[in-house]
Structure formats: structure tokens, C-alpha cells
Nanobody, 124 residues
Framework: QVQLVESGGGLVQPGGSLRLSCAAS????????MGWYRQAPGKQRELVAV???????NYADSVKGRFTISRDNAGNTVYLQMNSLKPEDTAVYYC??????????????????WGQGTLVTVSS
């Protein structure tokens, strides 16, 4: 009922840039928070950046000053601009959306959806 489609991952050299996108669609009533998380091999999933409906942002210390999260005016697409990439940024990046949606036979329900993940590899 709610779909998240991610794009923009790939292979980049250290110091390079990538831009990730995540578009949410479906029976969405409202979106309060959109964010990006990542999971490196052998590690737990961690927060990268989040942005609220009001535009407030929060970043992991490891990406501050290098990554920028933003969302479009309609509020259903979130972006992650990643600059000065480092090998330690290599991970699968996941989009997350929190809010409310219309659930069949139930009505309004809490929304906490994840994208399928997109691989970012930083290597020379």
C-alpha cells in the first residue's frame, strides 16, 4: 500500500559525490519524518540523516559537513547529497518514512516503511 523507490547508488572514488533519491507513493495520509540509514557489512544499521515535516534535520557525526538531506516541496521525495565520500561510507543505504497511511479495512494507521536499499561503494 506504500512503496518506497530508491535510486542513485553506485561505485565512486574516494572524494567523489553521489546523490540518493527515495520517492514514496501509495496510500499515504501524511509524512512526518523521512530519513536515510545505512548498513555496512558485519555492522548494525545506523542513522545517517533525518528530516522532519518542518524541515529540521539531524545528522550522524560521521557525515556532518559532508552529507545533506533534503525533501521536495510535495514532501514525498527525500534526497541525500553525499560529498567527500570515504571508503568507510561504503554500505547499503536505506530510506525510511514515518507518518500515517490508509490501511485496508483498518483506516488510518501508523506508517514506518523502508526502501529496498541501494548499495554505495567508495573505492579506488
Amino acid at each position: 500500500q506504500v512503496q518506497l523507490v530508491e535510486s542513485g547508488g553506485g561505485l565512486v572514488q574516494p572524494g567523489g559525490s553521489l546523490r540518493l533519491s527515495c520517492a514514496a507513493s501509495g496510500s499515504i495520509f501524511s509524512i512526518n519524518v523521512m530519513g536515510w540509514y545505512r548498513q555496512a557489512p558485519g555492522k548494525q544499521r545506523e542513522l545517517v540523516a533525518v528530516i522532519t515535516k518542518g524541515g529540521s534535520t539531524n545528522y550522524a557525526d560521521s557525515v556532518k559537513g559532508r552529507f545533506t538531506i533534503s525533501r521536495d516541496n510535495a514532501g514525498n521525495t527525500v534526497y541525500l547529497q553525499m560529498n567527500s565520500l570515504k571508503p568507510e561510507d561504503t554500505a547499503v543505504y536505506y530510506c525510511n518514512v514515518k507518518g500515517r497511511y490508509y490501511r485496508d479495512y483498518v483506516g488510518l494507521d501508523a506508517l514506518d516503511a523502508w526502501g529496498q536499499g541501494t548499495l554505495v561503494t567508495v573505492s579506488s
